[in-house]
């Protein structure tokens, strides 16, 4: 069992940054690959970033690829999202998530514990 608590999120204006945070409890963090995805209200869940068990393979959403980076700190259980040049259209709820380690990132389906999100807003 794994538990995710998200942190970070908040209010930023267009151009700016914010850097999210998802703290796992348990002792067999470093088995899993971990991903953020994003919702809006009336649509489904996006795949935004995500970073395999041992850190040495990263997938982005193209809307996102060379704006946000995704990291992990395994002594700390802590899986980062570091986002800049924000956008009006990356508001949303960010939801971390956490799957056992396998080949494929990005599919929601296969990720088996969520958080319970973070708000992120940035104006225009």
């Known amino acids: 069992q794994v538990q995710l608590v998200e942190s970070g999120g908040g209010l930023v204006q267009a151009g700016g940054s914010l850097k999210l945070s998802c703290a796992a409890s348990?002792?067999?963090?470093?088995?899993?690959?971990m991903a953020w995805f994003r919702q809006v209200p009336g649509k489904e869940r996006e795949f935004v970033a995500g970073?395999?068990?041992?850190?040495?393979?990263?997938a982005y959403t193209d809307s996102v690829t060379g704006r946000f980076t995704i990291s992990r700190d395994s002594g700390k259980n802590t899986v980062y999202l570091q986002m800049s040049s924000l956008k009006p259209e990356d508001t949303a709820v960010y939801y971390c998530?956490?799957?056992?380690?396998?080949?494929?990132?990005?599919?929601?389906?296969?990720?088996?514990?969520w958080g319970q999100g973070t708000q992120v807003t940035v104006s225009a």
């Open positions: 998530a956490a799957k056992w380690a396998g080949a494929v990132i990005d599919t929601a389906t296969l990720y088996v514990y």
């Open positions: 348990g002792r067999t963090f470093s088995r899993y690959d």
């Open positions: 970073i395999n068990w041992s850190g040495g393979a990263t």
